[in-house]
């Protein structure tokens, strides 16, 4: 039995699945696009409304595509009609790959999960959890740096260092260098199974990916930073208070994820990969898909017949 037979709302049927028709869904998607959020909440009510008057029960997404689109164009927001629909062509045919990197507490993850609902992408994977995993695959003995924090890495040296070399950013790269060989991998599979992923996090340092992967078309890398130590600071006492990440822990070693978010800046610039500050949520969502949309527009074919 389909959820036509429990409720009166309108389903959206694709390929494998069908669900109610969900207006906060079309209008994230509808912000990815470039409509203001409160906009694209109306949009996305009037269409609702528009379906039910003509007695729409149920609908593909195809043809909800369709509708959406030239609805749009109707009320002349023709540009915004034709990035909603070269979003919805990109994801369906080219699996894509954002990659979010950053300093402790810039913001990765909080961003990482905005553009994802924009955009419509099921899957955000943080390097974290990937490096839980390395933790249990890889012993203590082998690669202490990967048992501490990004921050804490240099306590974990046993061998003598150049007397110019930092310590900490020493720490740093043998902190992340196992962390990577999951994020690789992720990659990979996401590549094989055609889905797309965004995976965020401080393990993603430019420079240290390989090229094969970051002259890939269908990958983007970006890093968030933040210039103002104070706002920086701020994060980590607004995280405390939703979560158990105590901000003293991060206080205490706040010169040396400021060191940190310093290095990763200048990789980004050495690399060419943009470099987004994060001070206000939404502009830096916008920012971060404009980047994005630049880059994956020549994936699209501009085949206007495809909804
Ligand atoms: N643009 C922003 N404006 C205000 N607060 C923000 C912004 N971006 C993130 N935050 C807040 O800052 C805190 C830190 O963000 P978040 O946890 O996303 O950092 P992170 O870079 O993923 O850190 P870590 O790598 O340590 O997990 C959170 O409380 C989050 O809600
Ligand atoms: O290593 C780090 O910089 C952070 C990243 O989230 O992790 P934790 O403070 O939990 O070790």
Redesign the pocket.
Known sequence: MGFEYLTNQIIVKDKNYEMPFSKGILARSLTAAGLKPSIAYSIAREIEEMLKEEGVKVINKDELRRRVYYYLIDKNYCHIAEKYLLWRRILKKHPIIILIG?A????????AFEIASRLGIPSVI?T?SIREVMRRSISKDLVPMLYESSYTAWKAIRTPLPENCNIYITGFERHIEPVLIGVEGIIDRSLTEGLSVII???HLVPGFISEKYTTMPNIIFIVLTLSSEEFHKK?FS??AR?SNRPMERYLKHFKIIRMINNYIVDQAKKNNIPVVE????SQ?VEKCLEIITEKFINLDDGNDDDF
Request: hydrophobic fraction near 25%; glycine fraction near 22%; aromatic fraction near 0%.
């Open positions: 950053g402790s507490g810039v913001g990765t993850s909080t961003i943080g974290d965020e996090g401080t994060r607004a995280r939703v994060n001070v206000s949520i830096t």
